[in-house]
């Protein structure tokens, strides 16, 4: 019974979902993929938040961590994005612009993309 339990627990086990700051749900692919499926209302950076809020706090990157979009533009309606944090695996054209100083690779830090992007959305309750 132990060897039995000991090879189950050596399978990989099926990615769940984390919920990012922003209500938006993302899941660790790999070890360098994030998938943000799609949510009907959200805007591109909330995505941005959502995979910058995994890597942070799940895959535990540190905040100059780069974060790319894998997903090529434009997505069709319905799709999520994929993120990546390995720079050959990014689409191109595919990153936000961005103004100021720093790399022009289209990609965000971690830290970026969590201060600049993660909006607390609070739910509208009506009385009833």
């Known amino acids: 019974m132990r060897i039995i339990l ?6 990989p086990l099926p990615a769940h979902a984390f919920t990012a700051r922003n209500g938006m749900e993302a899941r660790q692919v790999d070890a360098t993929d994030i998938a943000v499926p799609f949510e009907a209302g959200r805007t591109d ?7 910058g809020d995994l890597a942070q706090q799940v895959m ?11 997903s ?4 069709e309606a319905g799709q999520g994005i994929l993120f990546t944090l ?3 695996r990014q689409a191109q054209g595919a990153g936000l612009s961005q103004f100021g100083s720093g790399p022009r ?3 965000l830090s971690v830290g970026q993309a969590v201060a ?5 959305i609070i739910p509208f309750i009506r009385d009833r």
């Open 6 to 11: 000991m090879a189950l627990l050596a399978l």
């Open 45 to 51: 950076t909330d995505y941005w938040c959502a995979a």
């Open 60 to 70: 535990n990157q540190p905040v100059a961590t780069r974060i790319w979009r894998a």
């Open 72 to 75: 090529p533009k434009p997505r």
């Open 86 to 88: 390995d720079p050959a």
């Open 105 to 107: 690779d289209g990609a």
């Open 116 to 120: 600049s992007h993660c909006r607390i």
